[in-house]
C-alpha cells in the first residue's frame, strides 16, 4: 500500500506564503500524477492544482498565477507554492496521487490515493 503525508500548513497573513508538501511512501513503481485538493467548511472539495508524470500542470482559475505545483522524483514528493494567499484560501489541503504498484503473483495494479490533509488558515 501507499502512504500520502503532508505537511506545510499553518496560519499566514493575507498577501502572504506557505509551501505543502506531500511525500508518498510504500508499494510504488510509479507514479502517474500529484495534485492538490482542498475544502472549506460547508464546501465541496475542489482541485486546486495537478502535475502528471510528464510535468503538465494545471490549476483552478482561482488559484491561476498565485499557486505554484512542482515535484521532486527522486523524493516522491510533490508541492504547493502559495503566493499572495487570500482569506478564501482558507481550507483543509488533500494530497491525491495515482500510483502505480506491484503485487507479487499479480502484477502492476494502478490506485487511487489520499493523504490525510493539513490545515491552511489565511487571516489578519
Known amino acids: 500500500q501507499v502512504q500520502l503525508v503532508e505537511s506545510g500548513g499553518g496560519l499566514v497573513q493575507p498577501g502572504g506564503s506557505l509551501r505543502l508538501s506531500c511525500a508518498a511512501s510504500g508499494n510504488i513503481f510509479s507514479i502517474y500524477a500529484m495534485g492538490w485538493y482542498r475544502q472549506a467548511p460547508g464546501k465541496q472539495r475542489e482541485l486546486v492544482a495537478v502535475?502528471?508524470?510528464?510535468?503538465?500542470?494545471n490549476y483552478a482559475d482561482s488559484v491561476k498565477g498565485r499557486f505554484t505545483i512542482s515535484r521532486d522524483n527522486a523524493k516522491n514528493t510533490v508541492y504547493l507554492q502559495m503566493n499572495s494567499l487570500k482569506p478564501e484560501d482558507t481550507a483543509v489541503y488533500y494530497c491525491?496521487?495515482?500510483?502505480?504498484?506491484?503485487?507479487?503473483?499479480?502484477?502492476?495494479?494502478?490506485?487511487?490515493?489520499w493523504g490525510q490533509g493539513t490545515q491552511v488558515t489565511v487571516s489578519s
Open positions: 491525491n496521487a495515482d500510483i502505480l504498484g506491484v503485487r507479487v503473483g499479480i502484477g502492476p495494479i494502478k490506485d487511487n490515493y
Open positions: 502535475i502528471t508524470s510528464g510535468g503538465s500542470t
